[in-house]
């Protein structure tokens, strides 16, 4: 039994009790205690934890009408949990044949990265190459993963590879100028563009399913804490590799740049997919920890820096790597905050934490909009460019995503709505990002005449 996990469900449940005017504090803590010792029997029968607490739960007949009520709000909950659980167990494999699945799919994605090098394409004269490929290299066989797992019919698995198609025909055959603006917005927008279709795998074709477009937004926030592991772990190893190596006379930057780390990005990206998957019960406790350690670190370093720019009347530099940043950090704060909104309990009352995350959001609407100023006047001093251009169109999807979800979580916290339409507005909204990344790579080369 996971006592974290039930820990959580009972004060969730101590909530709800607590509001029934009729029971003392003594009558809860005896209910409890009665809670608990039908848990622990229920587990130890061989139930999973979530399934021997909502049985336990409807055991209370001494509840009545509370139980009644808080089964209304949390059944729901808890078996739509259960029914994603099930999803993410399709496969009858044990979990470590299933690694070695998953180990099988990240050697075939670092010998793809190297397939171009063994048809002649050097990697240093033709860097341009890999700059736009380099995701078609890798996110096929993450998505091969969940076909496997999610046993795809054949229709579900057309609509996942006819992205992937897609965009290799379109980054490949459009006259990109090597090195040029144009190149550089599709080569970064395309990861995100085929990010998709990824998630289209891994609900299983079942993408109009709110509830599956939330695992598929826990997912990847657990995967890209994964990834972050994984890549200091690899670092690591790099940077004592040249030491070591180098001491003895024998450089391998060639082999650490062109080999390990390439080689190295393709398989982290399919192995932390598969440590979410088999390591679930361990990120249900660290990443929301990690949401609640980042959540005040980011709000404090947002209202300093625009305490900053109101105390020094300084405007922000409108610059590539400067745009880059600003985008990044916005999407970091909604990552946040949608990662947060999706493992929270919406049955659970307000807390410091929420008005946190909506200080944080008030803070970047604040610094997008200022983003947004130096970019439009920028425009208007020297004309429209495509990095300009992308860094616009970006900030208006997220100024239109932050700002409707700050008016939802200031409707859940007044008490006139509830989480859970916070929560579907978020999963809506994500065709629109995947809509706007497939217009960054198609359409903006054109417009730009490949500039």
């Excluded at 509370?66 to 059944?75: A, K, N």
């Excluded at 890798?138 to 046993?151: E, G, N």
């Excluded at 939330?214 to 004592?240: D, K, M, P």
């Amino acid at each position: 039994m996971n006592y974290s996990t039930i820990k959580g469900h009972i004060e969730n449940w101590r909530t709800q009790v607590s509001r029934h005017q009729k029971l003392s504090p003594e009558d809860i803590n005896q209910l409890e205690e009665h809670l608990i010792d039908q848990v622990t029997a229920l587990t130890q029968a061989g139930l999973d934890d979530d399934e021997a607490f909502l049985i336990a739960v409807k055991r209370l007949g001494d509840l009545g009408l509370v139980s009644r009520e808080f089964l209304t709000g949390y059944t729901q909950k808890l078996w739509n949990k259960l029914a994603v659980s099930q999803t993410k167990s399709d496969s009858s494999l044990p979990v470590w044949k299933e690694g070695l699945i998953a180990t099988g799919l990240a050697i075939s994605s670092a010998v793809a990265i190297k397939v171009p090098a063994l048809l002649g394409v050097n990697f240093d004269q033709d860097i341009s190459f890999y700059t736009r490929n380099f995701s078609l290299l890798i996110l096929p066989f993450l998505a091969l993963f969940f076909i496997w797992k999610r046993r795809l019919n054949p229709a579900n698995i057309g609509w996942v590879a006819l992205p992937f198609v897609l965009a290799a025909l379109a980054i490949n055959i459009l006259p990109f100028q090597p090195g040029g603006h144009t190149e550089a917005l599709a080569a970064i927008h395309l990861p995100l563009a085929l990010w998709l279709a990824v998630g289209f795998a891994y609900v299983a074709g079942r993408w109009r399913d709110h509830e599956q477009r939330l695992s598929f937004i826990s997912f990847s926030g657990e995967w890209f804490i994964y990834l972050t592991l994984i890549a200091l772990g690899g670092g690591v190893l790099i940077l004592l590799t040249a030491v070591i190596f180098e001491s003895i006379g024998v450089n391998p930057e060639m082999f650490l740049s062109e080999w390990l780390l390439p080689c190295g990005v393709g398989g982290a990206v399919i192995i932390s997919a598969w440590l979410v998957e088999s390591k679930q019960q361990a990120l249900e406790n660290m990443a929301p920890l990690l949401t609640h350690i980042f959540t005040p670190l980011f709000t404090a370093m947002l209202l300093v820096f625009i305490g900053t720019v109101i105390w020094t009347k300084s405007l922000i530099k409108i610059e590539r790597e400067v745009l880059i940043a600003f985008d990044l950090l916005l999407v970091v704060v909604l990552g946040l905050l949608i990662y947060s909104i999706s493992t929270r309990n919406p049955q659970a009352s307000p807390d410091i934490l929420d008005r946190l995350r909506l200080t944080l959001l008030i803070c970047a609407l604040i610094v997008d909009a200022l983003a947004l100023g130096a970019i439009a006047a920028r425009i208007s001093e020297f004309g429209f460019t495509p990095n300009k251009v992308a860094a616009l169109g970006e900030n208006i999807i997220l100024l239109a995503n932050l700002s409707w979800s700050a008016v939802l979580y200031t409707r859940f916290l007044t008490g006139r709505a509830s989480l859970g339409k916070l929560q579907r507005w978020q999963t809506a909204y994500i065709p629109v990002y995947a809509l706007w990344a497939w217009f960054a790579v198609i359409a903006f080369p054109v417009i730009f005449n490949y500039q």
